[in-house]
């Protein structure tokens, strides 16, 4: 077909989110997962951006449409369209500064209050490349995921040290969601109705609580 790109070539589009404090690595860790790149010099995000990136889960392909936002509190304005149509996030605190793992909470709740509340979400404790400042143990932090219901793992955007497993893991449990409900219909052609439409955002509503597995991922 003429114009046509093999990276429009995707199953389903899951819209992620990057949440938590300026400064923490949302940016970086983007960057990485999308880009494999890593810039030392970067600067605070100025409003929204996202990039986007295809995997293959389970032979389908999966493209993540992940946006990035500043966590200063003068662009809390676009809240709303930013959490819209959301189905995962990942939630990213700094390891060095015992601020950052303090907000994580009132950073959980706006979450909540803007999406689904079964939204698949990964705790992240982000430059673990940093051991000899570490403020923050990981078991406060997989406690903290336990407690919440959320997907747990350290990373560091500098090292690429799972970085693209913490995406991976949430796109995955997306994405079995999303085919468990197709599944469930009981026969090929109401699964097939049930699929989105390539390119349509999946709004997860019913199943999520019992596919997570608290604490999950640590590393």
């Not at 966590?71 to 189905?87: K, L, M």
């Not at 979400?121 to 403020?135: C, E, P, W």
Request: proline share 2%.
């Amino acid at each position: 077909m003429a114009g046509y790109r093999a990276e429009d070539d995707y199953d389903y589009l899951f819209k992620v989110v990057l949440i938590g404090d300026s400064g923490v690595g949302k940016s970086n860790l983007l960057s990485r997962f999308t880009r494999n790149e890593f810039n030392l010099e970067s600067k605070s995000t100025i409003g929204v951006e996202f990039a986007t990136r295809s995997l293959n889960v389970d032979g389908k392909v999966i493209k993540a449409q992940i946006w990035d936002t500043a966590g200063q509190e003068r662009y809390r304005a676009i809240t709303s369209a930013y959490y819209r149509g959301a189905v995962g996030a990942l939630l990213v605190y700094d390891v060095t500064r015992r601020t950052t793992f303090e907000n994580v909470e009132r950073w959980l709740k706006e979450l909540r209050d803007h999406t689904d509340p079964n939204i698949v979400v990964m705790l992240i404790g982000n430059k673990s490349d940093l051991r000899h400042l570490v403020a923050i143990p990981t078991d406060d932090g997989r406690e903290f995921a336990e407690k919440e219901s959320l997907y747990f793992m350290e990373t560091s955007a500098l090292e690429a040290t799972n970085v693209e497993s913490a995406f991976a893991e949430v796109l995955t449990q997306i994405y079995r969601i999303v085919s468990k409900k197709a599944v469930e219909t009981g026969d090929d052609a109401a699964a097939a109705a049930s699929a989105p439409g390539k390119g349509e955002k999946i709004n997860i509503k019913d199943d999520v609580s019992a596919m997570k597995r608290p604490g999950c991922c640590s590393n």
